[in-house]
């Protein structure tokens, strides 16, 4: 069993940026990468950037590209996610996760969820 707490959301002015963290615990050997999902209001939960736990990999979300970058800290089970050049349309709960690298699509029924934070972009 995998427990994530996450930290880091809330409210800022378009243009700004801020950074969200994750940490795990428990059985950390079940998951070989961790990242964030994003649901919007009215919108259908988004993958938005992970991070293979081994290597460093990443992947990003083609609206993120560019202006997110996720990192990790192995020796203290956290994932970070900075956030620059933030828009309204990033707006939405922030969920982070961590599940397999290989099969992003099966993370629903396999992956570890955390609480959700909040991230509100003003225009």
């Known amino acids: 069993q995998v427990q994530l707490v996450e930290s880091g959301g809330g409210l800022v002015q378009a243009g700004g940026s801020l950074r969200l963290s994750c940490s795990a615990s428990?059985?950390?050997?079940?998951?070989?990468?961790m990242g964030w999902h994003r649901q919007a209001p009215g919108k259908e939960r988004e993958g938005v950037s992970c991070?293979?736990?081994?290597?460093?990999?990443?992947y990003y979300a083609d609206s993120v590209k560019g202006r997110f970058i996720i990192s990790r800290d192995n020796a203290k089970n956290t994932v970070y996610l900075q956030m620059i050049s933030l828009k309204p349309e990033d707006t939405g709960v922030y969920y982070c996760?961590?599940?397999?690298?290989?099969?992003?699509?099966?993370?629903?029924?396999?992956?570890?969820w955390g609480q959700g934070n909040q991230v509100t972009v003003s225009s």
């Open positions: 428990g059985d950390t050997s079940c998951f070989s990468a």
């Open positions: 996760a961590a599940g397999p690298w290989d099969r992003a699509n099966a993370w629903t029924d396999f992956g570890s």
């Open positions: 991070i293979k736990i081994s290597d460093g990999r990443t």
